[in-house]
């Protein structure tokens, strides 16, 4: 069965600094992978997805993460995160036999001065 | 381009009652899943619906069902509600969902 990891419950970062946000996953074949955002009281916002071809996918509000097939990770990152950055972030993969997005446990941001 | 619109977007109950919770999604996409949020559990897949046939179902109770219309709107139902039903239920469409699925700002409902 599919699964998702994100090692990291709780990140804080200093406005302007970078941020990595880790992301593991367990999947049979070759996986597709999502990025979601949530604010606090809101659904969640679709940052990035990987399907196939480069393994760096660029996303909305200056977001990017790298695909490691031999690391099973797909990390999240930005170069200088904002105060409006701060969020719950989700990592899912998609398994094509159920329709289903398998999250993970999500991580988050906290941005400090 | 309209988004994902979910109703009501709070909701009390009182345990032992049903709810109904709706889903307007974007126009265009005919696949229609639900999600439960909760903070013990994370986000928990409840089903998915593609041109008015529940394709796929989670690992939820008889309880919990829905359907989906002509017009891809989508119901979901939980009948005899119970504490632990208390939760952000979580609305997303697309063409298919391998392309991302687009979420509504969700329904909480709390039971009492």
């Known amino acids: 069965a599919q699964s998702v990891t994100q090692p990291d419950i709780h990140i804080t970062v200093s406005e302007g600094a970078s941020l990595e946000l880790r992301c593991n996953y367990s999947?049979?074949?070759?996986?597709?992978l999502f990025w979601y955002v949530q604010s606090p009281g809101q659904g969640l916002q679709l940052l990035l997805k990987y399907f196939s071809g480069d393994t760096l996918v660029q996303g909305i509000k200056g977001f990017e993460a790298e695909f490691k097939r031999s690391q099973s990770s797909f990390n999240l990152r930005k170069p200088s995160v904002h105060w409006s950055d701060a969020a719950e972030y989700f990592c899912?993969?998609?398994?094509?036999?159920?329709?289903?997005?398998?999250f993970g446990t999500g991580t988050r941001l906290t941005i400090i001065p | 381009k309209a988004g994902v619109t979910q109703t009501p977007r709070y909701l009390i109950k009182t345990r032992g009652q049903q709810v109904t919770l709706s889903c307007s999604p974007i126009s265009g996409h005919r696949s229609v899943s639900w999600y439960q949020q909760t903070p013990g559990q994370g986000l928990q897949f409840l089903f998915e619906y593609f041109s008015e046939t529940q394709r796929n179902k989670g690992n939820f109770p008889g309880r919990f069902s829905g359907r989906q219309f002509s017009n891809s709107r989508s119901e979901m139902n939980v009948s005899t509600l119970e504490l632990g039903d208390s939760a952000l239920y979580l609305c997303?469409?697309?063409?298919?969902?391998?392309?991302?699925?687009?979420f509504g700002s969700g329904t909480r409902l709390t039971v009492v």
């Open positions: 899912a993969v998609f398994n094509f036999g159920n329709e289903k997005l398998t």
């Open positions: 997303a469409s697309g063409p298919q969902g391998l392309y991302g699925y687009t």
């Open positions: 999947y049979g074949a070759t996986p597709y």
